[in-house]
């Protein structure tokens, strides 16, 4: 998890919550760092500083980096993390960018020719920032291209999506009942 200045909690609760609770009923558990550009704790839209585990340049190598950001995001991509995020696609890494982390991608370049979705609030200026992106209205994209997130609890819906996938639907529903979530949206939803 790669944390910009000011995300909102609620969506990295979403993305952690059903990981830990899965663990419950898998044989190989998830495991996940929280990572800031820097290093340094990263503030939340409430001013709670979350502390990472390490910053960017101590992480060569990932399986997914789901990218948490809300106010402002592109004021805080450099040279060294647009590098950084072009550097792990390039290898593979799944990237998945939740809320407004959108801006983060489309300011590295990722975002040419794939759909995503963001919150709706912010929909408008990504839009008028960048119009060759097509942004869709819909609860997360997952696609050949990074998996975008509306944010908010529509990260949980996209996070039982993900373990549905790699773990069936019965540990899904199991996470989802956990959740007290009676169902879980589908990403058109």
Avoid: K
Wanted: glycine share 6%; with cysteine.
């Amino acid at each position: 998890f790669l944390l910009i200045p000011q995300f909102t909690v609620l969506s990295l609760a979403s993305a952690l919550e059903p990981l830990r609770i899965a663990n419950r009923y898998i044989d190989q558990a998830y495991r996940w760092q929280i990572l800031s550009a820097d290093g340094r704790p990263v503030p939340d839209d409430n001013g709670i500083l979350i502390s990472p585990d390490a910053s960017i340049a101590e992480i060569d190598e990932l399986g997914t980096l789901l990218i948490c950001a809300d106010q402002r995001p592109e004021e805080q991509v450099g040279p060294a993390l647009r590098g950084w995020l072009r550097r792990l696609q390039q290898a593979g890494t799944q990237l998945v960018s939740i809320d407004a982390a959108a801006f983060v991608l489309a300011r590295a370049g990722l975002l040419d020719a794939h759909p995503v979705t963001m919150h709706w609030e912010v929909s408008p200026a990504f839009s008028s920032r960048y119009p060759d992106v097509q942004v869709v209205n819909t609860l997360f994209e997952m696609g050949e291209g990074p998996i975008s997130c509306a944010g908010g609890t529509a990260v949980l819906d996209m996070m039982l999506h993900l373990i549905e996938t790699e773990h069936g639907e019965a540990v899904s529903q199991r996470v989802a009942e956990h959740c007290i979530r009676e169902r879980h949206r589908r990403g058109s939803d």
